[in-house]
């Protein structure tokens, strides 16, 4: 008997893994029909929700149903549905918002996810099958998918940086360059946590129409200078810190070691790199970190063709481009600092 049950308990184990994308699909609809936004202001009815929302009122009312199952509000005995906390994460407007990161994986993401086959069979990325780009190509042609994106990479990299600005001491640079830095939101907040350093935003001009009006509410604007271009030709010259958060997981090992030499030619010989990353564990075990990291992993495969890397694959791809690891410092959310130096 005890055997039995321990197998039914591994079949149920499975068929809820297998049967885990209907959750994605539940939030990021919810998150694209402004669901949170509307119970914000008190418990509704159901039809209040769906006239608001322009939907059919039954089965609006079962995607509620499911919410609730979830956590993400609560059915009230008198059919009227209310917010919870962890459901007003999904509110647009709030500064712990994760609506846009929703839509971007519930939407955009979505079809890539459906051709990991391809992924893995041939190492490529998945976008290319269904819509024929590759890196961030997509962005560069659809301005929606891009305002999603870079919403969604600030709300993800708010965050990060509240786990990685405490965890390394950034004070030590007078100007750091945050290569690839999308809407600023790291460097907002090494900004505010050292008063006396002056910031440099690298990135592509479609991230930085935003990111100035990120940078000017965060009170920064006036110690940080914007800068677009490519970091595969050039990065800005000059600072004694380079930053590269969650930049180089997004490409294979030539791309990614390209960035480094262009960061290794614009640096003095006394500057410091610093790369923020999620590092592969060597060995993986069953664990909910270990599974974040795979996700991940898996992610950068089908939608970029990149991949993480654990501690060792940094330190032999730093090498490659000229660098010397000084140290590997571990912040919170399953996230590292790598600090190196150019070498000679």
């Known amino acids: 008997m005890v055997a039995e049950n321990e197998r039914r308990a591994r079949e149920l184990e499975l068929l809820r893994l297998i049967n885990g994308n209907w959750a994605t699909q539940a939030i990021a609809t919810a998150a694209e029909l402004g669901v949170m936004d509307r119970l914000a202001q008190g418990a509704r009815t159901t039809k209040d929700l769906a006239d608001g929302a322009t939907c059919h009122e039954p089965s609006l009312r079962r995607l509620l149903r499911a919410l609730a199952s979830l956590g993400l ?54 976008r290319t099958v269904f819509d024929g780009t590759a890196g961030f190509e997509h962005l560069e042609q659809d301005a929606e998918t891009a305002v999603t994106y870079h919403r969604a990479m600030a ?93 180089l997981h997004d490409w294979d090992d030539e791309l990614a070691s390209l960035i480094l030499k262009r960061c290794h030619e614009a640096m003095r010989k006394d500057a410091k790199l610093l790369i923020v990353e999620c590092l592969m564990p060597e060995r993986m075990e069953a664990s909910i970190l270990n599974r974040d990291a795979a996700r991940s992993d898996l992610n950068m495969l089908v939608m970029l063709g990149g991949r993480e890397r654990t501690a060792n694959e940094y330190r032999s791809l730093l090498q490659s481009a000229g660098f010397s690891v000084t140290g590997i410092g571990a912040a919170e959310l399953n996230f590292s600092v790598i600090e190196a130096i150019p070498g000679q």
């Open 73 to 126: 509000c609560d059915e009230n005995e008198d059919g009227t549905f209310a917010p919870t906390a962890l459901g007003s994460l999904l509110e647009s407007d709030t500064p712990d918002s994760l609506q846009a990161y929703a839509l971007r994986y519930g939407r955009h993401q979505w079809p890539a996810w459906g051709k990991l086959l391809y992924s893995v069979t041939t190492g490529k990325c998945a």
């Open 155 to 247: 709300e993800v990299t708010r965050r990060i940086a509240q786990a990685v600005v405490p965890a390394y001491d950034f004070s030590k640079f007078r100007r750091v360059v945050d290569i690839g830095g999308g809407y600023g939101e790291m460097l907002i907040a090494i900004l505010r946590a050292c008063p006396a350093t002056f910031g440099v935003l690298f990135d592509r001009p479609a991230a930085l129409a935003g990111a100035m009006r990120h940078l000017q509410k965060a009170g920064v604007a006036d110690r940080c200078d914007t800068v677009s271009g490519d970091f595969f030709e050039s990065v800005p010259a000059g600072a004694d810190g380079y930053l590269l958060k969650s930049v």
